[in-house]
């Protein structure tokens, strides 16, 4: 009878969490990879801290762009994790989320090499990788310009447009100026847009979604 007893709790536990439905969605299972591949750019990213911001061997310009992306990885985790009510999750977008944030990896990578700690100069290094580092960057926005519009609906005339043209053309400068000061006026620039980004997010005086 005791057996019985259990058997019959169990089934109707089964069938209690059947009513309920899954627990995690069908969104939530891909963004637990996105969140391990952002993870592992932030990894890298934070492992070249402590010499690319070091007095000896450490150039502000690839300092900004350090802090640039660390912010981009933020801000993208965020952004896509307002989409995990959508009604249908189509293929398009599962690529989307799987190809971006590996773009943002190998974007960091050129930024500061796998292996950081042997880099003798981060101004050297970084006129060594400005062109394939600026292009990662091209690419991947250009990717969330093109998902936004296709995938997600957003229109054209959606103001977030005038900062992704902004970042196009910033980096666009950035992949063509060789000089070390107009790369400083590229980073500079920037780091004016990063801190104006985080002020109003943190101020919540904008949303961070596409709504």
């Not at 058997?7 to 089964?14: G, N, V, Y």
């Not at 750019?41 to 802090?67: C, I, M, N, Q």
């Not at 293929?91 to 950081?116: D, E, G, H, K």
């Not at 900062?163 to 980073?187: D, K």
């Amino acid at each position: 009878m005791v057996g019985q007893g259990r058997i019959q709790s169990a089934l109707s536990l089964t069938v209690e969490c059947r009513s309920v439905g899954p627990l995690v969605s069908h969104f939530e299972y891909i963004f637990v990879a996105v969140s391990i591949v952002l993870s592992f750019t932030l990894l890298r990213l934070l492992d070249a801290v402590p010499t690319a911001f070091s007095r000896e061997r450490g150039y502000w310009v690839h300092s900004v762009w350090v802090v640039f992306l660390l912010y981009m990885c933020a801000a993208f985790w965020w952004l896509n994790w307002f989409n995990r009510n959508l009604d249908e999750l189509s293929f398009r977008y599962f690529l989307f989320l799987l190809v971006a944030p590996s773009l943002l990896y190998l974007t960091a990578t050129a930024l500061v090499s796998a292996s950081p700690a042997a880099i003798p100069s981060w101004s050297e290094h970084f006129g060594r990788v400005r062109k394939r580092f600026f292009a990662g960057l091209l690419i991947y926005v250009s990717i969330l310009t093109i998902n936004s519009f296709v995938t997600l609906g957003v229109p054209l005339q959606h103001p977030i447009r005038i900062g992704q043209a902004a970042m196009l053309c910033l980096f666009a400068a950035g992949a063509a100026v060789q000089s070390r000061r107009g790369q400083a006026v590229v980073a500079g620039i920037a780091s004016t847009f990063l801190l104006l980004t985080i002020t109003l997010a943190i101020l919540d005086l904008t949303p961070m979604s596409l709504d």
